[in-house]
């Protein structure tokens, strides 16, 4: 496994149902760190000045359109903004991510799920709910395995096949394998294209 500082998260007002399961499940995982909780909606923009977490848990409900979820993003371009929502529709979520949101989630997902959107999210990589787009769907991001993510961040900083097979204990066969699927999966054909996404 890839050695990485705790995962800083901030998370919005919640049902209070809601709010003390995401708390629970970050406290459990210890390269998570809770840094704010249950942050009312009028305070978002400035917590997450001042925390900078590397993710912020939104409320779909608290937003008041898709064009304050864009200026959270741009206002906040160094956190990675997961939203969840009662039950998101694929072009619900496809329209929080080109308004800036790098997770979109509905509130009744597993609870091993939302901790691998938060992971994944953290590295900048696009999640949508399990199944929440249907295969012909456009525009759909195809969602990268935890693996493929390690592997994607030690092809991100320059790393050789061989490097990552050694960090990650695995052969440089398995490596070359879940590099074409990465390449696939984002729509690269090269390292240079794929540092550029970082």
């Known amino acids: ?71 959270l993003h741009q206002a906040h371009a160094g956190t990675r903004l997961l939203v969840l929502a009662n039950r998101p529709t694929p072009a619900e979520c496809r329209q929080m991510l080109a308004f800036g949101a790098t997770a979109c989630l509905a509130k009744g997902t597993q609870a091993r799920d939302i901790l691998n959107a938060i992971h994944l999210a953290s590295r900048g990589l696009h999640v949508m709910p399990p199944g929440g787009a249907p295969e012909d769907a456009p525009g759909g991001p195809d969602l990268l395995t935890p693996r493929e993510a390690d592997v994607l961040e030690l092809l991100q900083v320059g790393r050789s096949n061989a490097e990552i097979a050694a960090t990650l204990h695995v052969g440089i066969e398995t490596v070359r394998t879940h590099a074409r699927r990465i390449y696939r999966k984002l729509g690269v054909n090269t390292r240079r294209e794929l540092r550029a996404r970082r």
């Not at 990485?4 to 998370?11: D, E, H, L, M």
């Not at 003390?20 to 942050?39: F, T």
């Open 1 to 71: 496994m890839v050695n990485r500082p705790p995962i800083s998260v901030a998370i919005a007002r919640f049902e209070d149902v809601v709010s003390r399961g995401l708390q629970a499940l970050i406290d459990e995982d210890e390269s998570l760190v809770l840094v704010a909780a249950n942050v009312p909606h009028e305070q978002i923009s400035s917590a997450l000045a001042a925390y900078r977490p590397s993710v912020a848990i939104l409320n779909f409900g608290s937003l008041s359109s898709a064009a304050e979820l864009r200026e």
